[in-house]
């Protein structure tokens, strides 16, 4: 089937990332680099996006790829290529990270999972996607290369606005670095109203490190309804240092559905998905509490 | 720049070259340019499943993914399946349990089940349905399929036991 967004565009393949900069910096914001490309498919064939090129990265070699853990075994480093199959397979991502395996159990379906990327995923900004807001509850950080060299940046910090990064243009992200918390335990809350593999209502990815009942230490972040990931500090403030109990919870509670707004759309009004972020904000920290200090 | 190309890959086991342009999505070019109609476009969005091939073993949605980047891959779609005139076992058990209606959806399903069995021989009811939670029957044949699914691993376990 002909589709106006697929049309009249070229692609090309940069082998360098010098190469790649100079066909990025048009000024043209129809000149996209492309991953995966799952995620730019379904903007150009419902014609929200009309590329005049895509610049495929997938011919730019190292600083894309690789998945391993560095010397010190201190954090893990993702080239930016790696499809979320890949992740899902490494026994590495399994030990250090189970919660990403869990969390692709949910995330699209298995021919999406083969060709989708970490970096793409990232660099989109659709406030809907199950992985950023559990790179951020990680404490994850990306590597960014462009023309005017390179920098680094928590994934807390690329999400500006709905649909929207703080990715400059020509800037590439190479890599995603992922710090290993052996005593930090995770879990990630899809939380849909129509089908399992939907996008999600709401979004609740929690860390927490915990001693015995005493949160030591938390992040929470909630996405999909609202217009980018976001932390919920006044409800990690709540929790940290204090011992689990239903009381606290409710408080947690209290302070997570007052310290943000969310957005009505077709998976729910702002007062149910207010409803949602309540019941599984209690229950996501309850389930991670009994599995790591069981009564 | 460059809207146009060749693009060299392996064809259900023969090597081919064609000409595509940079729009031109997988299973146009094979529907379109390789006569090869069993690789059906359906939802457009990756969703259900009727345009699942392999690349490079991995199932992927041909709808989704540009023909530009085929180049260099080895691809497999379902008429690549059947050995001459026997079918995949896979092919003989959806025809066993009468797993299907209308047919539209049936090769990607098909796709996708040899591809679980190959990974997982004896998979529970769970991961079936799991697995095949990204695939649609319209026609709604579900509980043959699920038939369909167990008998195909039936088989592939008694023929991998037959070998000496």
Known sequence: ?295 | MSDIRTIRFTLNGTKVSKVVEAHETVVDVLTRKFDLSGTRESCRQGLCGCCTIYVDSNPVSSCLMLAWFLDGTDVRTIEGLADGDTLDPVQEAFIEAGAFQCGFCTSGFIMMVKHLLSENPDPSDEEIRHRLAGNLCRCSAYPEIMDAVKIAAAKARSVAKARP
């Open chain 1, 1 to 295: 089937m002909e589709v106006a967004g697929l049309r009249g565009f070229d692609i090309v393949e940069p082998s360098s990332l010098e190469e790649a900069f100079g066909l990025l910096g048009t000024g043209d914001p129809a000149v996209r680099p492309m991953g995966g490309g799952t995620a730019l498919m379904l903007m150009m064939k419902s014609e929200l996006f009309k590329p005049t090129r895509l610049v495929s990265l997938r011919k730019l070699g190292e600083p894309f790829h690789g998945l391993g853990e560095s010397a010190d075994g201190k954090w893990v480093r993702i080239g930016a290529l790696n499809t979320f199959s890949m992740l899902d397979h490494s026994p590495l991502m399994k030990s250090h990270f189970p919660i990403i395996s869990r969390t692709m159990n949910t995330l699209a379906n298995l021919r999406v999972r083969n060709v989708a990327s970490v970096g793409g995923n990232l660099a989109h900004g659709d406030p809907h996607l199950d992985l950023p807001p559990v790179w951020m509850a990680l404490d994850g950080e990306v590597r960014i290369v462009g023309p005017s060299g390179e920098r680094v940046s928590a994934v807390a910090d690329l999400y500006k606005g709905y649909y929207e990064t703080t990715l400059e243009e020509g800037e590439l992200i190479t890599e995603l670095r992922v710090p290993v918390k052996p005593d930090w335990k995770s879990s990630y809350t899809k939380v849909t109203t129509r089908a399992a593999h939907d996008w999600p209502a709401i979004g609740l990815a929690i860390s927490v490190q915990l001693s015995g009942r005493q949160i030591q230490d938390l992040r929470i972040v909630l996405s999909a309804a609202l217009d980018k990931p976001t932390r919920l500090t006044a409800a990690e403030t709540v929790l940290r240092g204090r011992d689990i109990g239903e009381a606290l919870l409710r408080e947690a509670a209290d302070a997570a559905t007052e310290e943000v707004e969310l957005e009505t759309d077709n998976r729910g009004s702002q007062e149910y998905k207010t409803h949602l972020l309540r019941i599984y904000v209690t229950r996501a920290l309850q389930d991670l509490v009994s599995e790591a200090a069981p009564k």
